[in-house]
Each structure stands twice: as structure tokens, then as C-alpha cells.
Nanobody
């Protein structure tokens, strides 16, 4: 089964940092543009960031610009989302998806609490 897999979530205090990772099962992540989206409790999906397959193009939702950085290591077939200065508003389940929103992971929970 072709799918993506997220890891790296956890509990962090406000102002803290986490790095999420996105890898693949049955597919080669390095071939795909990758999106990160998130879903907070009781809310809809929110697109967070994307990165092109060659890392040349990246983009972010305004609320995370300057705090989050998306990157990839195609040699490791992994995409990362470095999240700094986390706030309670960033708490959500984070998912990575391919560029066409075809392949998803199970999500990784990010909890921001003091």
C-alpha cells in the first residue's frame, strides 16, 4: 500500500520547537511535491506549507511564516517541517500529503501546553 508516514509530534511548551518528518511506504517521497496540513480539534483542515520535489519552491500559510521551515533530504527520502516558537494555536494533528493530495499519512499529534 502506498502511503506517507509522519513522525516527530509530541508535547511541547509554548515557545518550544519540534521537527516533524514525512517518509513513504511503497512510494518514493523524493519524486513528489509534499504538503503539510493540520487539523486542530473541532476545526477543518488547514494547509500549512509545501515544498517542490527539488526544494526550489516553498510556501507557507501566513500564520507560520518566519516560525516554520519546510525542507527535504532526498537522499534520505524524507521531508521535514521544523516548527519553532510554537503557540497553542499550532496544536493539531499534522499530516503530510503529496502534491495532488492523493497519498496521506496517519498524522502526528502536536500538543502545545504549559
Amino acid at each position: 500500500q502506498m502511503r506517507l508516514m509522519e513522525s516527530g509530534g509530541g508535547l511541547v511548551q509554548p515557545g518550544g520547537s519540534l521537527r516533524l518528518s514525512c517518509t513513504g511506504s511503497g512510494l518514493t517521497v523524493s519524486k513528489y511535491w509534499i504538503n503539510w496540513v493540520r487539523q486542530a480539534p473541532g476545526k477543518g483542515l488547514e494547509w500549512v506549507s509545501f515544498i517542490s520535489s527539488d526544494s526550489i519552491i516553498t510556501n507557507y500559510v501566513d500564520s507560520v511564516k518566519g516560525r516554520f521551515t519546510i525542507s527535504r533530504d532526498n537522499a534520505k527520502d524524507t521531508v521535514y517541517l521544523q516548527m519553532n516558537s510554537l503557540s497553542v494555536e499550532d496544536a493539531a494533528v499534522y499530516y503530510c500529503l503529496d502534491g495532488h493530495w492523493t497519498y496521506w499519512g496517519q498524522g502526528t499529534q502536536v500538543t502545545v501546553s504549559s
